[in-house]
């Protein structure tokens, strides 16, 4: 179905007029449902090149397709989606630039971006220097986008998920806080699913200021706006924190600040740094697996394995 011209490979003037295009032309003989799913799976596509500045398919190279993987990666260890519903994305991607530039130089694989959550942590995360992720937060509060401020803060200094620190209400925690030290988190547990699991966070004590600072600037219950869906929200905070958080020096990713909360905890449990900043474990077996178990139940994983995930192997 092309159009001629050469924008978008002929296939259209706009991105969204291509992409339809390409399905159709991709998709001839094949049932009508195919063509759905695959426009379906592209949408996310369409909009991260859209918060990127591209509005030209013929720009996305092999680094654009990469930093969409990583933003669908950062999804899946979030629990946002399924590391299926990654996997079928990137895959609709590969198809999608495949058949438009007729070869595979942006092919990416999609188990690489977003394979299993329990995969071992092999490096130390970035955001483990906790000034840079406050000049970060208060880089936010600058831009006066004290909800993604919030939502770094809460991430780092709690070991919330994206969604968890997202849905947090604010205002009974702030009063947790300040009367109890701790903060309870059991909405968006377990990616979302029925089953709340409790978790009893104590903050660090740079949490505590800054929460009562920013909690005055934000009118809702909770960090996602009135009459805005939990996904659309998430999107606007990685894109608005994404080129600080790289200007610093740090993952664009949230998860990096969870995972960095992970392995301040284990430091603290065992007086030892985690294997995943050391390169094996340092700490004895049994201080070890104590730090996995408290970690895992902390985290809210109902498995001690997939600390991991956060802190490395066990060897």
Request: charged fraction near 25%; proline fraction near 3%.
């Amino acid at each position: 179905m092309k159009m001629g011209g050469n924008k978008n490979f002929g296939y259209g003037r706009s991105i969204g007029y291509a992409i339809r295009n390409i399905l159709i032309e991709k998709c001839l003989g094949q049932s009508g449902k195919t063509e759905h799913t695959n426009k379906a799976q592209l949408v996310c596509f369409q909009k991260f090149l859209m918060g990127q500045g591209i509005r030209d398919l013929r720009s996305v190279d092999l680094s654009v397709v990469e930093a969409y993987g990583r933003s669908l990666g950062d999804m899946v260890e979030n629990f946002v989606i399924a590391v299926s519903t990654a996997q079928n994305r990137i895959a609709a991607v590969n198809r999608l630039m495949a058949h438009a530039r007729a070869d595979r130089a942006v092919w990416i694989s999609p188990s690489q971006f977003v394979g299993r959550r329990s995969a071992l942590a092999v490096d130390a995360p970035l955001s483990s220097d906790l000034d840079k992720v406050l000049k970060l937060v208060a880089d936010l509060i600058v831009q006066e986008d004290y909800r993604s401020a919030l939502l770094v803060l809460s991430c780092r200094l709690l070991g919330a998920r994206v969604r968890e620190a997202s849905v947090l209400k604010l205002r009974p925690a702030l009063r947790s806080v300040k009367k109890r030290g701790v903060v309870t988190i059991t909405l968006g547990s377990k990616g979302g699913r029925a089953r709340k699991i409790p978790r009893v966070i104590t903050p660090a004590p740079e949490y505590l200021e800054i929460f009562c600072a920013l909690e005055r600037q934000i009118p809702d219950d909770s960090l996602i706006p009135k009459g805005r869906r939990f996904t659309d929200w998430y999107q606007d905070a990685y894109r608005t924190t994404k080129p600080l958080a790289e200007r610093l020096g740090l993952a664009t990713g949230f998860h990096d600040y969870r995972r960095a909360w992970a392995c301040q905890k284990y430091a603290e449990l065992t007086g030892c740094d985690a294997p995943c900043v050391e390169g094996r474990r340092i700490a004895n077996k049994a201080a070890d697996t104590d730090a996995r178990r408290w970690l895992a139940e902390a985290l809210g994983h109902g498995r001690t394995q997939i600390a991991g995930a956060y802190i490395g192997g066990v060897r």
